[in-house]
C-alpha cells in the first residue's frame, strides 16, 4: 500500500520504544465529550473510594464490634456494610455506562473519520492498496480499539486509583508489613513493561496477517463466479485457511505472552500476601498490632495486588489496541496527492466544456521510465465530438484519470474554460464531467438509488425523466418493484446492456456540460448495443464528449477522431480523411470492417 511500508519500517525500528502511545492520537475524540469524560472519571473515583472504605469497617467492625461483644453494634457495621455495597453497585453501574458509552462514541467518530479520509485519498494510494486490508482496518482495529477506550482504560483507571489507595493505607495501617508488599512491586512492573512490548509486537503482526487474509477473502468473493467457473472453491478455501492459521498463530504468540504476565504477577503477588500473613500474625501474637489491624491490612494488600494483577493483564489489551491504532494512524497519515488549492478559482462559464491538454506527458509511479502520455496537445471545442482510438496501451483511458483529475500531468498543463484543473477544487471540477466507464458501477442497492447517485438530491420525477432520456425505463417498469427494485450487490441481477443504461440514466441526471465515454458498448451484445447507443446519442447532444473506443463503428459520427499509439497523437481527422491517408487507423479499420469497406468509404 502507498506509504505503508514506510510506516511499517518505522514501527519495527521503534517498537522497542513505545507502548501505547499510538492511542494518545485518539484523546482529541475524548476531549469531544469532555462532560461524559468527567462524569466518568467522577464515577470511577466514587467506585475506587467507596473499594477502600470496606477494609477500615471490616476492622472496626472486628476490633470494636466483635472485641465488645455488642450484637448490636456488629449489626450497625453490617447495616454500614451493606449500604457501602449499594452505594458501589450504583457508582460501578454509572461508571460501566459512561465509560462504554465513550468507547462506542469515540469509535463511531474514528471509523467515520478514517472513511472519510480514504475516499479523499487519491488515485495513486489506491493503485496499490488491497481494499479487503483496508477494510480490515476500518473494522477489525476500531473494533480493538473499541475495547481500550471502552472496559480496558477504565479498568486500568480504577485499578491504578485502588493500588495506589490500598498502598497508601497499608502504609498508614502497617508500615513494618508495607515493606514486604511494596517491595514486590518492582519484581511486577519491570515484566509488565517489557511484556507489554512483545505483546503489541506480537498483536500488530496478527492484525496484519488477518487483514491480509480479509483482503483475499474480499477479491475472491468479489469474483465468485470466476472462482467457481475455474472450479477453484477448494483451492481458494485452502488459501484462505492458511492464512487464517498464520493470523491464529500469531495471536497465539500474543496469548502466550499475556498468560505467561499474568501468572508470574499472581505468582509474585501471591507469594507476599503469604509473607504478610505470616508476619502478621506472629505481631498479633506479639501485641504489635490488633487481629482487626491485621485484616484491614491483609483486604487492602489483596485490593492492591489484585489491581496490578488487573493492571498486568489490561496492560497487554491496551498495547493490543495500541497496535490497532498504529495502523489507523498509518492511513490518517497518509495526505492525498490530489487537493484543492488554497484558493480554488472557479469555473468560468459552467456550462462549457472548452477542453486544452498542452504537451501534458504523464508516467503512473510504479513506471516511471515509461510515459503513458508523452508530450500530448489536444483541444475539444465546447459542443464537440472527438473519439480518441488506438491499439491497447497507447494511453486513451490515461487521459481521461488525467481529465478527471485522479493524477496530476508529470508535464503540461489540462485546461477547462481557460483555468488549469491545478487551480480548481477537484470536487468543482468533477461535477462538471459525467463519465459513463465501460465498468459500470452498480451497488447492491434500489434502482433509483442507482440513478440518484448522479445527482443524490434528484426528485423522482427527475429520475424517471433521466431513465426515460436513456431507454432504461421500458425493462425498469417490467420489474417487480419497478424503480424500487433491489439489483444485488455489483448489480448482479442486471444484464451488461441493463447496467450501461443505468449509467447513462446517472450521466442523464448530473446535467455536466463535459461527457467522458470509455467503451461503453464494447462488452454488449448487437441488440444492448443498439439501444445503448441510441441512448448515448441522446446524452451526447448539447455536450462536449470524449470517447475511448476499441469497436470503430462507434465513432463513425464523431466529429473528428484522434489516433494515439504509445502516448501521442498520430493522427486527426475523419473516418474518411483517416482510411484514406493509409495510416494506423486505417489499419485498424481494416481488422475490424475488411479492406473492401475501407477502401469504398475512402472513395466516397
Known amino acids: 500500500m502507498a506509504d505503508a511500508p514506510a510506516a511499517d519500517t518505522q514501527t519495527d525500528q521503534t517498537s522497542k520504544r513505545r507502548s501505547i502511545r499510538p492511542l494518545f492520537r485518539l484523546f482529541p475524540y475524548l476531549l469531544k465529550h469532555r ?72 469509535v463511531s467518530e474514528l471509523r467515520s473519520d478514517v472513511f472519510d479520509h480514504l475516499t479523499n485519498l487519491s488515485a495513486t494510494f489506491y493503485d496499490s ?56 512491586i518492582p519484581v511486577i512492573l519491570v515484566p509488565i513493561i517489557g511484556f507489554g512490548r512483545r505483546v503489541r509486537k506480537r498483536s500488530r503482526f496478527a492484525q496484519d496477517t488477518l487483514a491480509d487474509a480479509s483482503a483475499y477473502a474480499g477479491e475472491m468473493l468479489g469474483a465468485v463466479r ?41 505468582m509474585v503477588i501471591g507469594a507476599s500476601i503469604v509473607a504478610v500473613l505470616w ?9 504489635r498490632i490488633s487481629g482487626g489491624e491485621l485484616s484491614q491490612f491483609l483486604l ?85 465530438t472527438v473519439a480518441v482510438v488506438g491499439p491497447s496501451g497507447a494511453g486513451k483511458s490515461t487521459l481521461f484519470s488525467l481529465l478527471m483529475r485522479y493524477y496530476d500531468p508529470d508535464a503540461g498543463t489540462i485546461r477547462l474554460n481557460g483555468v488549469d484543473l491545478k487551480d480548481m477544487d477537484p470536487q468543482d471540477l468533477r461535477r462538471r464531467i459525467a463519465l459513463v466507464p465501460q465498468d459500470t458501477a452498480i451497488f447492491g442497492t434500489t434502482i433509483a438509488e ?63 456540460p463535459v461527457l467522458l465515454l470509455d467503451e461503453a458498448t464494447s462488452a454488449l451484445d448487437a441488440e444492448s448495443e443498439n439501444l445503448v447507443q441510441q441512448a448515448l446519442d441522446r446524452l451526447m447532444e448539447g455536450r462536449t464528449t470524449l470517447v475511448i473506443a476499441h469497436r470503430l463503428a462507434t465513432v463513425l459520427k464523431a466529429d473528428r477522431i484522434v489516433v494515439m499509439d504509445a502516448g501521442t497523437i498520430v493522427e486527426t481527422g475523419t473516418h474518411e480523411q483517416l482510411s484514406a491517408a493509409g495510416g494506423l487507423y486505417a489499419k485498424l479499420a481494416r481488422l475490424q470492417f475488411g479492406a473492401e469497406t475501407v477502401l469504398a468509404s475512402a472513395r466516397a
Open 300 to 384: 487492602y494488600s489483596i485490593l492492591a495486588a489484585g489491581s496490578l494483577a488487573a493492571l498486568s493483564e489490561v496492560w497487554g489489551e491496551l498495547s493490543q489496541a495500541a497496535g490497532a491504532a498504529e495502523r489507523l494512524s498509518e492511513l490518517l497519515d497518509i495526505e492525498p496527492e490530489i487537493r484543492a488549492p488554497a484558493n480554488p478559482i472557479a469555473i468560468p462559464d459552467a456550462s462549457r466544456g472548452d477542453i486544452a491538454f498542452q504537451n501534458v506527458s504523464f508516467a503512473y509511479r510504479n513506471s516511471r521510465d515509461m510515459p503513458v502520455v508523452n508530450d500530448l496537445t489536444l483541444s475539444v471545442a465546447p459542443g464537440e
Open 35 to 106: 462532560g461524559m469524560v468527567a462524569a466518568a472519571v467522577v464515577a470511577l473515583f466514587s467506585a475506587a473510594v467507596i473499594t477502600l472504605i470496606l477494609p477500615t469497617a471490616v476492622r472496626r467492625m472486628i476490633d470494636f464490634g466483635f472485641g465488645a461483644d455488642d450484637p448490636a453494634l456488629v449489626n450497625s457495621y453490617f447495616l454500614v456494610l451493606i449500604g457501602v455495597v449499594c452505594s458501589l453497585a450504583v457508582a460501578s453501574a454509572v461508571r460501566y455506562f459512561l465509560v462504554m458509552w465513550l468507547g462506542e462514541r469515540v
Open 226 to 266: 470466476t472462482l467457481q467457473a475455474f472450479t477453484h472453491e477448494r483451492l481458494s478455501a485452502g488459501h484462505y485457511r492458511d492464512d487464517i492459521e498464520a493470523a491464529f498463530r500469531a495471536a497465539r504468540q500474543s496469548i502466550i505472552a499475556r498468560a505467561a504476565l499474568t501468572g508470574f504477577a499472581i
Open 129 to 184: 492498496a488491497k481494499s479487503g486490508e483496508i477494510l480490515s482496518r476500518l473494522t477489525a482495529d476500531t473494533t480493538q480499539i473499541k475495547s481500550a477506550f471502552g472496559s480496558s482504560a477504565s479498568l486500568a483507571m480504577r485499578n491504578l486509583i485502588m493500588f495506589l489507595g490500598a498502598a497508601i493505607m497499608m502504609v498508614v495501617t502497617s508500615p513494618r508489613l508495607s515493606v514486604i508488599v511494596l517491595a514486590a
Open 279 to 287: 508476619i502478621g500474625a506472629s505481631d498479633v501474637f506479639a501485641g
Open 450 to 512: 442507482n440513478i440518484a447517485y448522479g445527482r443524490p438530491d434528484a426528485s423522482r420525477e427527475e429520475i424517471a425523466e433521466a431513465a426515460e432520456a436513456a431507454l432504461a425505463a421500458p425493462f425498469i417498469e417490467t420489474m417487480s418493484n419497478g424503480y424500487d427494485t433491489l439489483v444485488g450487490e455489483r448489480g448482479i441481477t442486471l444484464s451488461g446492456g441493463q447496467r450501461q443504461r443505468i449509467a447513462i440514466a446517472r450521466a442523464v441526471l448530473k446535467r455536466a
